[in-house]
């Protein structure tokens, strides 16, 4: 991509990356090389060192006391596919809401057609957190064994309570997860203070590390998943039954170690700079965009501001009767990148109405200004003008 691109596509993966992350890929080539763990030779263990270290530092950042609890994933939806089917027995209930992602709503409804697992989609109410617990509440049966639902729609921003979600999910003995794609790194996630039972998170959207990279995060009182895969662990390697101890339990095979380093150098920079000023920073972007571009003739801007009320930075917006992915691809030979289409999400467009048309969405990051902000809003009014 060249440097003219004007990248507001985030909300995907974030770029720029930090420094420290470059400066942590690249120090795989130059110094921790080797495979980590598996051998006694020091290049060896100098890379378990800092795969450690990566574990420690999530762990500290997000509220667990053991950073064995911290699982390396390839990304958001291995976690989320390792908690579905690891978690979920036969004739288990699971409830999702309305506004999940494909990499939850695809396996519960291959589980759920394959006569597995039954599965409800609850309506929630953005913007009404009453509501959105009621809808759960009512929902939960006898056999309910999981609640897992989005922390931010990755469409349209909105925010779920999830912290008061997972107290109803305990209070009825039932298990809780969150999919924190759009959250990690912009919201304070604490598994201890909140009692969440599972978290899956990508390491390359805000936590700023390199695309591959995840963490699924296992609560200190929550039953360890059935595995998604078995074998080398490097750890009691005579015995043909996988270890039943974390991480090995649910890390078979080398692990991707330069994305690791890379992830290592995000979870510094996110830890530097502060979640709270990340996430200030970003919603005076994102409140910026939406007074412009609510502004303009002839485009809509989805959500309504009870809705859109703490929301992540991810904005969703039609232009006329322009599909997602005319407007995106138009705005993107004007030199701005964001994402049109369905977003991997139809639920979310199903609840809003869209579909069929689908939205262009801008994810604004830690990296952007308020002149970017100023020029995508001026090239979607020049793009009305043509139309």
Request: proline residues 5%; hydrophobic residues 40%.
């Amino acid at each position: 991509m060249g440097t003219e691109m004007i990248y507001f596509d985030n909300a995907a993966t974030t770029w720029p990356k930090p420094a420290a992350v470059r400066a942590g890929a690249i120090n795989f080539f130059s110094r921790y090389g080797a495979n980590p763990g598996r051998s006694g030779h020091r290049m060896s263990m100098d890379a378990a060192a800092q795969i450690y270290r990566c574990r420690e530092l999530a762990a500290e950042m997000f509220g667990l006391s053991d950073p064995a609890r911290v699982i390396f994933t390839q990304n958001c939806t291995q976690g989320l596919n390792q908690i579905i089917k690891g978690v979920l027995q036969h004739g288990d209930h699971l409830l999702i809401s309305d506004l999940e992602h494909n990499s939850v709503y695809r396996p519960a409804y291959r589980l759920g057609q394959e006569g597995r697992i039954q599965y409800d989609i609850v309506a929630t109410r953005p913007g009404n957190d009453e509501a959105t617990l009621r809808a759960f509440s009512e929902a939960i049966r006898p056999n309910t064994r999981l609640i897992l639902v989005t922390h931010c729609s990755n469409v349209f921003g909105f925010r779920l309570p999830v912290e008061r979600l997972c107290a109803l999910a305990h209070r009825r003995g039932v298990l809780f997860a969150v999919d924190a794609a759009q959250s990690a790194g912009t919201f304070p996630i604490d598994c201890a203070q909140a009692g969440y039972d599972y978290v899956a998170m990508p390491g390359h959207k805000g936590l700023y590390g390199p695309t591959g990279t995840g963490l699924l995060l296992i609560g200190e009182n929550a039953p360890l998943p059935v595995p998604l895969m078995e074998g080398g662990t490097g750890s009691v390697s005579r015995n043909p039954v996988q270890p039943q101890e974390l991480p090995d339990l649910l890390e078979s095979g080398t692990l991707n170690t330069f994305g690791i380093l890379g992830l290592l150098g995000g979870l510094r920079f996110v830890q530097r700079t502060g979640i709270r000023q990340i996430a200030r920073q970003e919603d005076i972007l994102y409140q910026k965009l939406r007074r412009n571009l609510s502004g303009i003739p002839g485009v809509k801007v989805l959500g309504d501001t009870a809705a859109c009320q703490g929301a992540a930075p991810v904005l969703s917006f039609q232009v006329g009767g322009q599909t997602g992915e005319q407007t995106a691809a138009r705005l993107a030979d004007m030199g701005f990148a964001l994402r049109g289409g369905l977003h991997c999400a139809p639920l979310a467009h199903q609840k809003m109405g869209t579909l069929d048309q689908g939205t262009a969405r801008a994810g604004i990051g830690y990296f952007n200004t308020g002149e970017q902000v100023d020029a995508l809003s001026n090239a979607v009014e020049r793009l009305v003008r043509r139309r």
